[in-house]
């Protein structure tokens, strides 16, 4: 099979004879997921062409190719950006136009109700990209009113910068088209290749398949979702106390004394009120101490409940092992924009990450971000992939294509609220009208399961302490006396146990929760053996001298049915049956923390290396 080429630096075509002889060894086109740059050419040729014809930065280089004709298919124009000698060879590299919008600055405030883009992202991008010297028109995909802009500030940027912020914005891409010259703005994957690739037809390799399992997601936990409720609590006056404190931080609240509803004020702000709110102290504060009498001060407050969303997919944790991804984030609207979030991160995730490369013959116009389907029946791989990286090149008969299961960022575009991103950008731009902004990827963050006990102090024998009673350094007759303290030795007591954003995880790896005088199972380091009518049961694992009213369970073992967990908020006196993704009301929460117990009603294990484990969320 024989490929035609012809490639022009400056007019002038280095394919076909030059002085009695063609100059051009080779050529590669290079475009790259990453498509905020511009493509790369690279053309490497005879050192010999320099005595013939001047080769020099900003030239113009034109790249075509064909079955037929040297001249088919457009692959590639541009100018000259780097030249090099390399022992006998002249390597020339070039980028296409959209370098060019690195050069080309703009500053200018772009106003929704003023100016005729109306602050519609894909209008603004073809705004920017046009609005130079480079481009006179480009090809825009409609993205909608659903994000608006309503101011966007170019402050002396390049315009490539900004129409690269804008798409970042959205998580779509842009590129230069060769076939039409002109510069597109679309969704990742919305344009579907029209031709398959077909391995033994097209594809002329044996492609190598690459699984990577390190990126598998198939459970996802997101905090940051509130649901507002309402609680009253009701107190007693004395006629002395003006602060009353509550059990949750409140938001709106109405209080009433004996019935008859009082004014709420701020503190300095307003003139006449009856009671002020300490939000994060917990605390109503009356400007006068209310009568003595019983229960007739009542306090009715609205307060933000933190609720996870949790969402799993068994299959994938029994073919992968257990992979948690959390996120938190103040952006999360509500439970329901937490479920999509979640869902569509698992949708990505759940598998493994496959990629591999093809060698094509007879490729063209085809782009980084494109959906191609491909059929490889011998490894069990057909489906549709995105293009990830082409390679074009000459005088090789094939060119490689780099695709996968994934797009450039889906991690971000799962968890990102585009909404919330602009009103963000909108906030700052209203704060400063002359700075530029940048929207940063998000960070998966990596957590910890970290508990943090806090001990009274040990006293040791054979060391003088100071004695609790601090009301004196002596005594009433004015020498030492009791009050130094002894130096016998005192028992060390848990004061606190904390746990990492109030998570409590066990994988049954140690016994250091284990209540060993309580439990019957099989509670051995590296998991948890039960049968039926066998009990695990811990110690407390959560205290902090307060009450927890709620707890929130989440567990995954061999048999879920074969399982009922019970929470004690009481230190493990009175136990209530939790339910699974659900959050349970403690009937006898106190100050002796909380204990979890599961009881078997047959044969079953949690086994940390099968993706087992058992997480409790408490308030």
């Known amino acids: 099979m024989t490929v035609y080429t012809e490639v022009k630096i400056n007019g002038t075509d280095v394919a076909a004879e030059v002085s009695g002889r063609s100059y051009l060894l080779n050529w590669k086109v290079k475009h790259r997921k990453d498509n905020s740059i511009a493509d790369q050419a690279i053309i490497m040729l005879d050192i010999a062409v320099k005595s013939v014809l001047t080769i020099a930065q900003n030239q113009s280089i034109t790249i075509k190719r064909g ?36 050069g080309e600055f703009i500053t200018y405030t772009y106003d929704s109700d003023v100016d005729a883009e109306a602050g519609k992202i894909s209008a603004l ?9 480079t481009f006179a028109t480009a090809t825009a995909t409609d993205s909608g009113t659903a994000y608006i802009l309503k101011k966007f500030l170019c402050n002396n940027d390049s315009r490539l910068e900004r129409a690269d912020f804008l798409r970042k914005l959205i998580n779509w891409q842009h590129y230069y088209n060769y076939a039409t010259s002109k510069p597109v703005f679309e969704p990742i994957g919305s344009t579907i290749y029209p031709t398959t690739l077909e391995v033994g037809t097209n594809v002329v390799n044996q492609p190598n398949w690459e699984e990577n399992r390190e990126s598998i997601i198939n459970k996802v936990i997101i905090k940051g979702a509130v649901e507002r409720d309402w609680n009253t609590e009701i107190f007693s006056g004395d006629a002395i106390e003006t602060e009353f404190t509550l059990s949750k931080v409140p938001e709106d609240t109405e209080v009433y004394i004996s019935g008859v509803l009082k004014v709420r004020g701020v503190e300095d702000l307003t003139t006449s009120f009856d009671y ?9 504060i009356f400007e006068s101490p209310p009568a003595s009498a019983s229960n007739n001060i009542e306090v009715n407050y609205s307060y933000s409940l933190g609720i996870p969303v949790i969402r799993k997919r068994a299959t994938s944790i029994s073919n992968y092992g257990l992979r948690t991804y959390r996120y938190e984030s103040q952006d999360i609207q509500n439970v329901a924009d937490a479920e999509k979030r979640a869902e ?21 116009d085809i782009y980084v971000g494109y959906t191609v389907k491909v059929i490889d029946s011998a490894n069990n791989k057909d489906g549709d992939y995105l293009v990830q990286g082409i390679t074009y090149q000459w005088p090789e008969t094939f060119d490689v294509v780099d695709i996968g299961n994934r797009a450039t960022n889906e991690i971000d575009s799962a968890m990102n609220n585009i909404m919330q991103r602009i009103r963000d950008l909108e906030r700052k731009l209203a704060d400063n009208q002359s700075v530029s902004y940048q929207i940063d990827d998000q960070i998966q963050q990596i ?47 848990v004061v606190r146990i904390i746990h990492n954003g109030q998570i409590f995880f066990e994988d049954f790896l140690t016994e250091t929760w284990k209540d060993s005088g309580n439990t019957t199972a099989d509670w051995t380091a590296n998991k948890l053996d039960m049968t ?33 967990i019970y929470c004690s908020g ?26 979890f117990k599961i009881i078997s009603s047959g044969t079953v294990e949690f086994d940390q290396e099968l993706g087992h484990y058992l997480e409790i969320y408490y308030e």
């Open 67 to 102: 079955d037929v004709t040297a001249t088919d298919h457009n692959m590639f124009d541009g100018t000259i950006t780097k030249i090099s000698d390399a022992g006998g060879v002249l390597i020339v590299t070039a980028r296409n136009p959209f370098f060019d919008l690195n």
């Open 125 to 133: 991008w073809e705004s920017v990209v046009t609005g130079g010297d």
């Open 276 to 284: 002020k709110v300490s939000k994060y102290r917990k605390l109503v």
């Open 344 to 364: 569509k991160i698992l949708d990505l995730f759940e598998t493994p990450e496959v990629t591999t490369k093809l060698q094509v013959v007879d490729l063209y």
């Open 447 to 493: 957590n910890i399961h970290v508990s943090t006990l806090v001990k009274d102090a040990e006293k040791e024998s054979g060391v003088l302490y100071w004695d609790d009673d601090d009301t004196s350094w002596s005594n009433d007759a004015g020498t030492v006396g009791d009050n130094w303290g002894d130096d016998s030795a005192e028992p060390e007591t």
């Open 532 to 564: 039926t009518g066998e009990i695990a049961q811990s110690i407390v694992f959560a205290l902090d001298n307060r009450a927890f009213t709620k707890v929130y369970l989440d567990y995954e073992c061999l048999d879920n049915s074969l399982v009922a």
């Open 570 to 595: 009481d230190g493990g006196t009175t136990w209530d049956l939790l339910t699974s993704g659900e959050w349970t009301t403690l009937t006898s929460p106190t100050i002796s923390g909380l204990a």
